[in-house]
């Protein structure tokens, strides 16, 4: 079962269900349109109450949940080789059910599946294909872990490259704003000095990153977010501009957990999903995706996913940004917990996931 973290039993159940259609209808006009030759690229993104994955007479036959009343429930079945079945399935909260033959069928058909919980964090991956060891990447991967020379090497190439495509988030999205210009000058720096200045420690590469990080979330400032139904549906005045990546939710220490902004939940949502993204790619291309080099490995955790992340995340911040500076959002897009944590709407959340895995 799928544990239920987000419910619209607080809002208003007119506003919610109009909402909830206007993501569902946003998010298949989003989806890739498929050449008839040709597999599904787009991932099949499922969420609500009661979404179900089952066997039936050798098919895969899903039945998305319910998020709002009234829905038109919408469902899919796949025979094996079906050049319209997804390379990726994503599971976004909600509640529902999956049996062992729907596991074993994916394996076969080399389906991916990844499960993202309301808050963000990615809870499951099963890539389609199973682990199968690459010696070659392996021996790489290890070797570099253990060797402090070629660690450091690859880290500062990894966040050079963030640096990198920093400068172009910001100059495609911030490109006359206030802040842009101090931005752009310290990504530039940084992405420099890593790859020319001798770096002695791994503290070296996150104070550099760090430098270039606040100067790049100050260019967002002058984002203002657009609200419809406010009437029927206000929403915080803080949520009307933003002020910072950190939530204002965990203390003294800024942190971008627990987020306190629509913008920020959706950036948490959209990473999720692009980590689960790279996990399938890393295990399919025989890696070990607990290996960390920059982040250090621990149990039961990707480090290595979230060393190959980093010089994604301005690419996720730009596809974000533009998302969320082109739509009119209304207060029952998003879940305001009692804690004051802000969480997306099932649709909504789905259609995050659209725009990532697009």
Known sequence: MFEQAISPADHSSDEWAIRSEYWM????KS????????????????????????????????????????????????????LALPRIIILLDG?????????????????????????????????????????DNLRWQYATQKDGAARLAFAADLIARKMDSSVETIEGQFGQGRFAGTAIAKAKEAAKR?????????????????????????AWVDIEMQWTAAARYPAPDQWRTYRSRSSTLT?????????????NAMLNYAYAVKA?????????????????????????????????????RPKVDAAILSFAKSRKFSGADFVLRKDGVCRLSPQLARMVATVISA
């Open 95 to 135: 509640s529902g059910s999956l049996s062992f033959d729907v596991l074993n069928w994916l394996g076969e058909q080399g389906v991916a599946l990844a499960r993202i919980k309301a808050d963000g964090d990615v809870a499951v991956v099963a890539s389609g294909a199973g682990f199968t060891a690459n010696p």
């Open 194 to 218: 890593l790859r020319t200045q001798a770096i002695s420690d791994m503290n070296d590469i996150r104070a550099i990153e760090g430098e270039s990080a606040a100067a790049y979330f100050a």
């Open 25 to 28: 209808t946003e998010s298949r």
């Open 31 to 82: 989806q890739r349109k498929r050449l008839t030759r040709e597999r599904n690229s787009n991932a099949l993104i499922l969420t609500g109450q009661g979404t179900s994955l089952r066997i039936e007479s050798g098919a895969l036959v899903i039945k998305q949940g319910f998020s709002h009343y009234p829905q038109q429930r919408e469902s899919h079945r796949y025979f094996k080789g079906d």
């Open 251 to 263: 203390g003294r220490k800024p942190r971008n957990w627990k987020a306190s902004h629509p913008i």
């Open 276 to 312: 689960a993204r790279l996990q399938i790619q890393a295990v399919a291309d025989g890696f070990d995706p607990n290996a960390g080099i920059m982040h250090h490995s621990r149990p039961d955790f990707p480090a290595y996913v979230y060393d190959l992340i980093e010089p994604e």
